[in-house]
């Protein structure tokens, strides 16, 4: 099993930056990639970005390319995203989530760990 606590929410004005980070505990030795996703009320959980804990190796969606960069820190077992340059439109809960493999995924199914959630919200 493998536990995930998101911090670093908060509220920020457009234009401005954001890191929200997310600790992984339990059993976390291993091939996994761990995602961020994004979610407002009414609408589809949606993939951010994806890091791989082994190779590195990184992938975003349209919306956030160029603006937000995912990181890792295996000494502390935590994954990073560094948002810079926020919209309004990407106030959402943020999500961090984990699977074991070599894919890098982007859909919610593929992702079997979750954590709470951390709300971030960009005034205009």
């Not at 340059?85 to 979750?114: I, S």
Request: with cysteine.
């Amino acid at each position: 099993q493998v536990q995930l606590a998101e911090s670093g929410g908060g509220l920020v004005q457009a234009g401005g930056s954001l890191r929200v980070s997310c600790a992984a505990s339990g059993r976390t030795i291993g091939n996994y990639a761990t995602a961020w996703f994004r979610q407002t009320p009414g609408k589809e959980r949606e993939f951010v970005a994806v890091i791989h804990w082994v190779s590195g190796q990184t992938s975003y969606s349209d919306a956030v390319k160029g603006r937000f960069t995912i990181s890792k820190d295996d000494a502390k077992n935590t994954v990073f995203l560094q948002m810079d340059r926020l919209k309004p439109e990407d106030t959402a809960v943020y999500y961090c989530a984990a699977r074991q493999g070599n894919m890098l995924l982007f859909t919610r199914a593929n992702y079997n760990y979750w954590g709470q959630g951390t709300q971030v919200t960009v005034s205009s």
